[in-house]
């Protein structure tokens, strides 16, 4: 269970030097939370956009089925493995000063999708990308979270920075599948531009700069920041290495043996350092744990269905973009109205069991489509639905708790740990999904005929892969329930 002590006014209060009057509403702080929702709309625009292009890419670019994986799992990678040490360099440097040098590189990264020509060009974008996502994403739930000192309008801040962002999940595919019906897929990704620039002006007017007794004087632990962002990306790599060189080849298990080393020495350093770049200490917290797991299976989960959904409306049962941006309007009218019941559900169940509760009805969903997915589309529907349910929910509820499990002067950390949970399993989703799908799919996915065996193997591709996902998200909130009721020491 969660400790109950009261904290003192200092403890539940972030500290804000400089500032003499907290807002008492969300419109007093308008301008602020229309900035920190830009840059949560762009984080999940970003890669919902691009699933609904990825056939079209692979056409146009010649991209093979690893290219594709690597052109949306790249994202991810450079995302889940800088933010913890970003969010350490904005710790120290200023967040909101960091924030807008990321949104400057998002801008120019985007910009720079217009001149792409082949896959290994816009890969390097999307891993500029990520560096860009890294800085300001984390930021935005914490300063969030710090703007405002009654508990209630922090959750309801929360909830609708992450509602203007799951719109962008939401809608993404479908708006991205009518785009390309007249326009080139670059338009997609170019559309960041705007968005970069509208948070760039509302952040640096609402949100004020960082005061120096705000940020922390301990040296960065540069070494601990490279051996966990090296983990993070051999740990990804390994799959796709293993289908591309086989597994007579050294290449992968020194991948996977480089990952297993990379994880053990960023571990020791934590434990060794005078100033750990993250204390291990705190993913022990109750709260801190079970909220990191669930999470991580809601990320597990959606993006894994939505990689193999996007795949197998158009390759397989050969929907248009159009079409298949219309099978997914259910995931879009859920996650659109389904913030209404978080308020409601929260009251009814309270944080810890609305957290659990929201995570179990993502992986349900998921198991759906694994067992009838392949038989009519209802049930694709169905299982839309209950994952957009679910991560509705859970995206609120289980980030709240783990800021709530943190001392008050952890929130930017917090908010990377969360954010890191669902970009490693968004891309650990992505890299399953993929890596299946290339060692039992033969020939190239994107080819325009398939043959009747090519058929039967995507589709076997497609059922264990969401089998596999299915398990995998279970066991991650199987054991967040059980580490959330542990009592806290």
Not at 107 to 114: D, F
Not at 287 to 313: D, I, R
Request: glycine share 10%; proline share 4%.
């Amino acid at each position: 269970m969660s400790d109950h002590r009261p904290r003192s006014t200092s403890e539940s209060r972030p500290q804000q030097a400089g500032h003499q009057h907290w807002p008492v509403s969300l419109g007093a702080a308008w301008v602020a939370l229309s900035g920190l929702s830009a840059v949560f709309l762009f984080e999940m625009l970003d890669s919902s956009v691009l699933n609904v292009a990825l056939p079209t890419i692979g056409r146009e670019l010649g991209a093979s089925t690893t290219e594709l994986q690597w052109v949306t799992s790249s994202y991810a990678v450079v995302f889940g493995g800088l933010m913890i040490a970003l969010s350490a360099v904005a710790d120290r440097f200023g967040r909101r000063k960091v924030m807008l040098i990321g949104l400057v590189l998002l801008a120019l990264a985007s910009l720079a999708t217009a001149f792409v020509s082949t896959t290994g060009q816009l890969i390097a974008v999307r891993v500029m990308t990520g560096v860009a996502a890294a800085m300001t994403t984390p930021g935005s739930m914490a300063l969030a979270y710090r703007l405002f000192a009654d508990e209630q309008l922090r959750l309801r801040a929360i909830t609708l920075i992450s509602t203007v962002g799951l719109v962008g999940l939401a809608a993404g595919p479908t708006t991205g599948g009518f785009v390309l019906g007249f326009a080139p897929w670059q338009a997609l990704l170019l559309v960041n531009v705007p968005i970069a620039v509208i948070a760039l002006v509302c952040i640096r007017l609402g949100v004020p700069a960082d005061q120096p007794d705000e940020l922390h004087a301990e040296p960065i632990d540069v070494s601990g920041a490279l051996f966990g962002s090296t983990a993070v990306v051999l740990a990804l790599l390994a799959p796709t290495v293993f289908v591309e060189n086989g597994v007579g080849s050294w290449l992968p298990w020194a991948a996977t043996a480089g990952a297993a080393c990379a994880g053990l020495l960023f571990v020791w350093r934590q434990r060794a350092a005078a100033h750990p770049l993250l204390d291990l200490a705190l993913l022990g917290r109750p709260l801190v744990a079970g909220g990191l797991a669930f999470k991580a299976a809601a990320g597990l989960a959606v993006a894994g269905l939505s990689y193999l959904v996007t795949l197998q409306l158009q390759l397989d049962w050969g929907w248009t973009p159009a079409q298949a941006a219309l099978g997914l309007l259910p995931q879009v009218v859920v996650l659109i109205a389904g913030g209404a019941v978080i308020g409601p559900l929260v009251r009814w169940l309270g944080l810890e069991r609305a957290a659990w509760v929201s995570a179990a009805v993502v992986v349900g969903g998921l198991a759906v489509y694994a067992v009838l997915g392949r038989l009519a589309y209802a049930w694709i529907a169905l299982a839309l639905v209950l994952v957009a349910a679910g991560m509705r929910i859970v995206g609120v509820v289980a980030g709240n708790n783990v800021m709530r499990g943190l001392p008050a002067d952890r929130t930017t950390i917090g908010a990377a740990l969360i954010d890191t949970a669902g970009e490693l399993t968004t891309g650990i989703g992505i890299a399953v999904a993929g890596t299946i799908l290339a060692a039992v799919f033969t020939g190239s996915i994107t080819a325009q005929d398939w043959t009747a065996t090519q058929t039967g193997q995507f589709r076997d591709a497609v059922t264990l892969s969401a089998v596999v996902l299915t398990i995998l998200a279970g066991l991650l909130v199987g054991w967040g329930i059980l580490r959330a009721r542990t009592p806290a020491r």
